[in-house]
């Protein structure tokens, strides 16, 4: 049980490449943050900074108030689940699990009792004396767990543990992870380029590109609420259509700050139906219906401009390929952003 | 792994493309294997006039000759002597150049040149090294108190060929083992470092443990280098002496048969190697495949 603060980390490659600039994270105890971002984003070197297996070039990394800058992996009290599992292929399940504990010399009684509770926990009892070749991937992601909990660490780090599984059993795991993070209650920081994974298992959502963090809150105020263009973006699925301010100025009274000159739209606050209130209204030419089965998606594109913007109606909504349609957007669903500081302007 | 069978739509070009490699091999191989074999049961007058057919008595004489049972002690401390030697050194530099990350091809290269170096020239170089007379070596020993002269002593003279034998088997394990190091995953040796294992701890529980099929493939390799490949070393070193001491079994089949005249005993000693490399042979073929852990 710690708290995690990270003061000014910059992370310089020997090469002179800048993967994280200066970055400030606080992790309160017991809070699971996720790490989202598009590849070469700098989540997994911050993980790994985090784990000790890589040097931080500048600022200080803090576990439960001790900083541990200089410690090595070992005496910093965290545990890792790889992208791989990293299992060790030559020792049983139990061995894979006993081992962290044998190394700290813990009593073999307590080995046992440990062992035990995860292998019940996990529901791996039965495959404890199988080599971890004769597991299924889902097995191995347990295993690779298992061995996290064992230690009772201060805090686990997960390094894109899901993304090796296929659809189904990622969806069954991460909803595993989340429950197993609430009953231990440990700070955990989890690393995926998946949103939605990012969406459903954070408390707290940090958005990473370029080696810089671009917005820190709960999942869905950032859906909400995207700081930056590059939230907006990466956030939500299909993701927000972006429309050049002047071709809206005639589409109804608009009432936005100084200096906005992109507007957001979320596909699913664009209506077919006029809603009360100010609104914006759009013409669009229908060019794909896209049933997802919950809801569909339009491909439009715009009358006018010829921009194609996605709107996520209702399933069985009336509509035809290559039909008009007529878009409502109320003004208080717009996101506001300017281009040149990439910036939410409200 | 399942190899993709061809189909050769004449029956008779598939054996017509294997009779080259089938001709070497009957006539540079199984021919004179089969020689060795019917002269084993054999013996020859002195003056190559008669041969006459004498069944295991060659066999018989040999087992019960203490000159050639302790051949067989120095050939085993020998062979193991040069694969602990050779092996663990190459260990040991491959796991050092394993850590360096810039300049390792350069070292990789550079270790691997004894490799190219002809046994022979390997045992006329150390030959020199430790010559009692010119060699630097022995000008060293001397400095700490050590006096050293493989021509008089048997101790220094197996000493000698041990060095040699190592020395030029260095090179191979060394590639095995840089290729096994590096096909351990890093992310297993990140996770025993969180897991509190530290340098040596991970090496021996988790690194040497994933190298046992690289290690068990050499140990078969390094014997059958040093009992049956060093011929060449001891040859231009030592010759087998002084007073028999590092007289190895092949050493000894050259020796009695070409130029002791022997040929019978020495047919019979070939014979004997025959059967032993079969053995190491079966054994690495039967265990290799199977000891592989991933």
């Known amino acids: 049980m710690a708290s995690i603060d990270i003061t000014g980390v910059k992370k310089i490659y020997a090469g002179g490449v800048t993967a994280i600039h200066n970055l400030d994270l606080a992790i309160p105890d017991g809070e699971l943050v996720v790490l989202v971002g598009p590849s070469g984003c700098g989540k997994s070197t911050l993980l790994r900074m985090i784990a000790g297996l890589e040097a931080i070039s500048e600022g200080t990394i803090a576990i439960d108030g001790t900083v541990v800058n200089a410690k090595e992996p070992a005496e910093r009290d965290i545990a890792m689940v790889f992208q791989n599992y990293a299992l060790y292929p030559h020792m049983t399940v139990r061995g894979n699990l006993e081992y962290g504990l044998k190394n700290r010399g813990t009593p073999r009684d307590e080995i046992d009792r440990r062992v035990n509770e995860a292998a019940r926990i996990l529901e791996i009892a039965p495959f404890l004396d199988r080599r971890p070749r004769q597991l299924s991937g889902g097995q191995r992601q347990r295993v690779a767990m298992g061995r996290a909990i064992v230690r009772q660490p201060k805090a686990f780090l997960f390094d894109e543990p899901l993304s090796n599984l296929d659809a189904k059993l990622r969806g069954q795991m991460r909803i595993e992870i989340k429950r197993l993070q609430r009953n231990l209650a440990t700070t955990s920081v989890y690393v995926t380029h998946d949103q939605l994974e990012a969406m459903t298992l954070a408390d707290r959502l940090v958005v990473m590109n370029a080696g810089r963090i671009e917005q820190v809150g709960a999942p869905l105020a950032l859906y909400e609420r995207p700081a930056t263009l590059f939230v907006a973006g990466f956030i939500g699925s299909p993701p927000m259509n972006l429309i050049e301010i002047d071709y809206l100025r005639d589409k109804g009274a608009l009432t936005l700050p100084e200096g906005t000159d992109l507007v957001g739209i979320r596909p699913d606050t664009i209506q077919l139906t006029q809603p009360e209130g100010p609104h914006l209204v759009m013409h669009a030419t229908v060019e794909l219906y896209e049933p997802i089965g919950g809801e569909s998606h339009l491909h439009m594109r715009l009358e006018g401009s010829g921009q194609l913007i996605v709107a996520a109606v209702p399933a069985r909504t009336a509509v035809t390929e290559g039909a008009k349609a007529v878009l409502y957007v109320s003004m208080s669903d717009l996101h506001p952003f300017n281009k040149e500081t990439g910036r939410r302007t409200d | ?294």
């Open chain 2, 1 to 294: 792994m399942q190899a993709k069978r061809t189909v050769f739509p004449n029956k008779g070009l598939p054996y017509l493309l294997l009779v080259p490699q089938l001709a070497v091999t009957l006539i540079f191989f199984i021919w004179p294997a089969l020689q060795a074999v019917k002269s084993s049961f054999e013996r020859e007058d002195p003056f190559g006039f008669k041969t006459t057919f004498v069944w295991f008595e060659n066999y018989r004489r040999l087992f019960i000759d203490p000159l050639y049972l302790s051949t067989v002690s120095k050939t085993a401390i020998f062979a193991v002597s040069v694969t602990a030697l050779s092996m663990s050194l190459s260990l040991i530099l491959a796991v050092a150049v394993n850590r360096v990350l810039r300049t390792n091809r350069l070292y990789t290269t550079l270790l691997v040149w004894p490799y190219a170096v002809a046994p022979v020239v390997v045992g006329i170089l150390w030959w020199f090294m430790f010559n009692p007379t010119i060699g630097i070596a022995p000008y060293m020993l001397r400095a700490v108190g050590i006096s050293w002269n493989h021509r008089v002593d048997g101790v220094d003279a197996m000493v000698l060929i041990i060095i040699a034998a190592s020395w030029k088997q260095i090179s191979y394990n060394f590639l095995f083992f840089v290729a096994g190091l590096q096909s351990v995953p890093q992310s297993l040796i990140e996770a025993a470092a969180i897991d509190g294992a530290g340098p040596f701890k991970r090496f021996w529980t988790i690194v040497f443990p994933l190298l046992a099929p690289t290690t068990f493939f050499l140990l078969i390799v390094n014997i059958n280098y040093a009992m049956f490949d060093t011929f060449g070393i001891i040859d231009a070193t030592t010759q087998g002496g002084p007073a028999q001491a590092t007289n190895t079994l092949v050493y000894k089949v050259y020796t009695d048969g070409f130029i002791g005249l022997n040929i019978g005993s020495s047919s019979a000693q070939s014979v004997v190697l025959m059967i032993i490399v079969i053995a190491l042979t079966a054994i690495q073929f039967r265990y290799v495949e199977r000891r592989i852990q991933y």
